[in-house]
C-alpha cells in the first residue's frame, strides 16, 4: 500500500479520500527521474512539500510522461491548498492514460475542495466506472450531495458504499449525522413548487437556521466537531450569518484554536457589532498574548453596554496582566543570591576555614527574568536551568576575599561576598591532633535502594543489594543503618535534610549508599539520579535529583566523615574529578588506635561510583549487582589482618570490574582524608 498517499488523506472528518496503490515502477534509462520522484516521496513523507513539489518537477522536466510525479505533486498541492494546481496535474494524467485509476477521484477531491460539487461528483462518476466497488467513491458522492442539499440521494449513496462495506465506518458515520439531521426536520418540511410543475410536492429542505440549531445544540454538550460540521454547513448556506461564526469561534475558542477563533470572530463583527463578539475576542486575543488587543475589545463591549459586568472584569484582569508584564519588561529589581558551599552558616556569613588548595563556591541565583551570567572573582561558573552555580576557585595562604557577582537577563546585578581563610599546614597539624581526643566516634549509614518506578524500567537487584550491605554493616561493624527502599524524588531530598539536621560529633562517620537507575543530559553536561516518581521523558530534568544538588545536600551534612557509595548508570559524572586514593604503606609501623586516630584527622568527602559516563549492569534477579557482590566481599573481607577496611582496601576490591568503577572527591573534602571500616 502506497503510503505517500495514506500521508495525503485530508483531516476533514466526512470527507473519506482514497488510499491509492502506485503502479510498480517500469525500470527505464529514466534514472534521473527516478532519483528525483524519490527525493519528492521522501520529503513529502517528511512533510517538506516545498521541497516534493521541487523535486517532482524536476522529475517532470526529464521526463514529461511520468505519471506518478503528475499523481504525487497532484496530492502535494492539494495538500498545500492549491487545488487548481492538483486539478491541471490530475487532468494531465487522465490525458496520458484514461484507464489510471483514482485520477478521478484525486480531481474530483480537489474540485470538492474548490466548492465545485457538480464537477466533483461527474469525477467520482467517471471513477466508479473504472470501478464499480469504490465504496469511498460512493461515500464522496454523498457527501458533495449533501452540499448541494440533496439529502435523499446523499443518503442513497451511503447505503451503497455501505452495501460494498457493512463496516466501512466513515459511511455509517455520515448516513447516522444525516438520518439526525433529517430525523430532527421532520416537523419543519416545508412544501416548495417545481418550475413547471402546478402540482407541489414535499421536498425537504434544510435551511441555515437548522444547522444553526444543530451546531448550537451539539456545542452545548461538548460535541465540538459536529458542532463546527453544522456550523460549516449553516456559512455554506448562507455566508452572511453573523451568529453562525460567532458560535463557530467559540467553540473553536473551547478547543483552543485560538487564531482560527480569532478569524471567525473578527468575521462576526465586520457583519455586525455585539457586545457578546467583542467580550470574545478579547479573551481570544488574550490567550495569543496580545493584552492591548484584548482590553480595546473590552471597551469596545462597554460603549455597546456600559453595565456590561463580565466585559468589566475581563477588562480589569487584562489591564493586570499587562502591568505586570510591563513591569517584568522595566524590571529594575536585582536577581537573589544563595550560597550553598562553602557552608556560611555557622560563621554568619562572613567566611570560613579551610585547608585545601581549592574550594568549590556553589550556589543558586534566581530572578523571575531569568540569570544572564554569575561570575566568582572574575571566573564564569557553569549555570545551569534552575539557576544552580558553580565554580573551582584556588586558594592563597591567609585570607582570600570571595566575591560572587550575578546578572539577570534585564541587566540587574546582585553581588555577594564573604572570606575563606586558608591555615598554615602546621597549624592544621597542630589543631587536627588535638582534635582528634578519641576513636571511639558512631558510624551511621544510609542506604537507599530502589527496584520500583511509575515510568522508568524495573531494576532486579537495588534493594537487596541495599538491605545485603545494611546487614552487613550492622552486624560486622556495629553501624546504626536506615534503609530507604523504592522512594520518591521528595522523599529522598527530605531525608538527606534531616540528616543535615542531625548533630554529629567530630568523630562519627556517615556511609551512603545509593543504587536504581541514573540518568545523564548531553545538554546541561549533568549527571541526575533518578527516583521512584520520575519522569522518564522529562526535558526539564525537574523531576530528577541533579548531582549538583545531591553534592551539596550531602556537603551541608554536619558529619565530619562522610563516603558517598552510588551503584547507578552514568555515577561517574558525579563528580568530574575523578582521583585515586588508599595506599596504606606509610602506616604499616603505627598502632591501630594511632592509624584511626590519623585516618580521622581530615575532612572526608568521598565518593565511588560503578561506572564513569556509562550503563553498569544490574545484575541477575536475586544475585546481586556486580559491583554490589565486589563490596559485599570488600566487607566480608574484614579488612584483613587488622580489622581495618579502608576506602583504598575497597577500590582495590573493586577495580577489575567493566565498566571500571570511579572514585574520587567533592565540594569540601580535605587531602588526606579517608573513611574506616572496623570490626568490632
Not at 157 to 174: M, R
Not at 377 to 399: C, M, T
Amino acid at each position: 500500500m502506497n503510503t505517500f498517499s495514506k500521508y495525503f488523506i485530508t483531516k476533514m472528518k466526512r470527507f473519506a479520500l482514497f488510499i491509492c496503490l502506485l503502479f510498480p515502477m517500469i525500470a527505464s534509462a529514466q534514472t534521473t527521474a527516478q532519483d528525483y520522484f524519490e527525493r519528492g516521496y521522501e520529503a513529502a513523507e517528511q512533510k517538506d512539500l516545498d521541497k516534493a513539489v521541487a523535486s517532482y518537477n524536476e522529475a517532470l522536466r526529464l521526463d514529461p510522461f511520468y505519471i506518478d510525479a503528475y499523481y504525487n505533486r497532484g496530492w502535494c498541492y492539494i495538500e498545500m491548498g492549491k487545488n487548481n494546481e492538483a486539478i491541471r496535474d490530475f487532468s494531465k494524467i487522465i490525458e496520458l492514460d484514461k484507464e489510471y485509476r483514482n485520477a478521478y477521484m484525486s480531481r474530483g477531491t480537489a474540485r470538492y475542495n474548490l466548492g465545485d460539487y457538480e464537477k466533483a461528483i461527474e469525477d467520482y462518476l467517471n471513477e466508479i466506472k473504472l470501478d464499480p466497488a469504490n465504496k469511498q467513491c460512493f461515500n464522496n458522492i454523498g457527501v458533495a450531495k449533501e452540499k448541494l442539499n440533496q439529502m435523499e440521494e446523499a443518503m442513497i449513496y451511503y447505503e451503497k458504499a455501505l452495501e460494498l462495506d457493512a463496516q466501512y465506518e466513515v459511511a455509517t458515520q455520515n448516513k447516522n449525522a444525516l438520518k439526525h439531521l433529517l430525523d430532527s426536520l421532520t416537523n419543519q418540511q416545508k412544501l416548495a413548487n417545481v418550475q413547471g410543475n402546478p402540482e407541489p410536492k414535499d421536498v425537504v429542505f434544510v435551511t441555515a437556521k437548522d444547522y444553526f440549531d444543530l451546531g448550537y445544540k451539539a456545542g452545548e454538550v461538548g460535541e465540538y466537531e459536529k458542532a463546527i460540521e453544522y456550523f460549516n454547513n449553516a456559512i455554506n448556506i448562507d455566508r452572511n450569518y453573523r451568529q453562525a461564526y460567532e458560535n463557530r469561534g467559540w467553540i473553536k475558542y473551547r478547543m483552543e484554536k485560538y487564531l482560527s477563533s480569532l478569524e471567525d470572530l473578527s468575521m462576526a463583527l465586520d457583519l455586525g457589532a455585539n457586545k457578546w463578539t467583542y467580550n470574545q475576542r478579547g479573551l481570544v486575543k488574550i490567550k495569543l498574548g496580545t493584552l492591548e488587543g484584548a482590553i480595546k475589545d473590552f471597551e469596545k463591549a462597554l460603549e455597546i453596554d456600559p453595565e456590561y459586568t463580565v466585559a468589566i472584569e475581563n477588562k480589569r484582569l487584562a489591564q493586570k496582566s499587562l502591568d505586570e508584564r510591563n513591569a517584568k519588561l522595566y524590571d529594575k529589581v536585582p536577581p537573589r543570591i544563595s550560597i550553598t558551599s562553602p557552608n556560611l552558616s555557622e560563621t554568619r556569613g562572613i567566611g570560613v576555614v579551610r585547608l585545601d588548595e581549592m574550594v568549590t563556591v556553589a550556589g543558586i541565583a534566581q530572578d523571575d527574568s531569568g540569570i544572564k551570567e554569575v561570575i566568582v572573582n572574575g571566573n564564569n561558573a557553569q549555570i545551569r536551568a534552575n539557576g544552580e552555580f558553580d565554580v573551582q576557585l584556588p586558594l592563597s595562604q591567609g585570607k582570600n576575599l570571595i566575591t560572587v557577582v550575578a546578572f539577570d537577563l534585564k541587566g540587574n546585578k546582585a553581588e555577594q561576598s564573604f572570606s575563606v581563610e586558608r591555615q598554615a599546614k602546621e597549624t592544621v597539624a597542630a589543631s587536627k591532633e588535638q582534635e582528634v581526643t578519641s576513636t571511639n566516634g558512631k558510624n551511621y549509614a544510609l542506604l537507599i535502594g530502589t527496584n520500583d518506578y511509575d515510568e522508568w524500567e524495573k531494576l532486579n537487584n537495588p534493594v537487596l543489594d541495599a538491605n545485603a550491605i545494611a546487614d552487613e554493616l550492622k552486624t560486622s561493624y556495629k553501624f546504626e543503618t536506615e534503609v530507604l527502599l523504592n522512594p520518591k524524588r521528595e522523599q529522598i531530598l527530605l531525608k538527606l535534610k534531616e540528616y543535615a539536621r542531625k548533630n554529629f560529633e567530630p568523630n562519627d562517620q556517615l556511609f551512603i549508599f545509593v543504587a536504581g537507575h541514573g540518568h545523564f543530559d548531553e545538554d546541561y553536561g549533568e549527571g541526575f539520579l533518578v527516583a521512584k516518581d520520575s519522569k522518564k521523558e522529562d526535558e526539564s530534568g525537574a523531576s530528577y535529583i541533579p548531582h549538583n544538588t545531591l553534592r551539596n545536600s550531602i556537603n551541608n551534612i554536619k558529619c565530619k566523615h562522610i563516603f558517598l557509595v552510588m551503584d547507578v548508570c552514568f555515577g561517574g559524572t558525579f563528580d568530574p574529578v575523578v582521583a585515586r586514593r588508599g595506599n596504606t604503606s606509610e602506616y604499616d609501623n603505627i598502632s591501630k588506635q594511632e592509624f584511626i586516630a590519623r585516618k580521622l584527622r581530615f575532612k572526608t568527602r568521598r565518593y565511588l561510583t560503578s561506572g564513569g559516563k556509562e550503563y553498569v549492569s544490574d545484575g541477575r534477579p536475586g544475585m546481586h549487582s556486580p559491583f554490589a557482590r565486589r563490596l559485599l566481599e570488600a566487607l566480608r573481607g574484614f579488612g584483613g589482618n587488622d580489622g581495618i577496611l579502608t576506602i583504598g582496601e575497597i577500590i582495590t576490591q573493586v577495580e577489575a570490574l567493566a565498566p571500571e568503577p570511579r572514585t574520587g572527591e567533592f565540594v569540601d573534602n580535605e587531602p588526606g582524608s579517608d573513611f574506616i571500616f572496623v570490626v568490632k
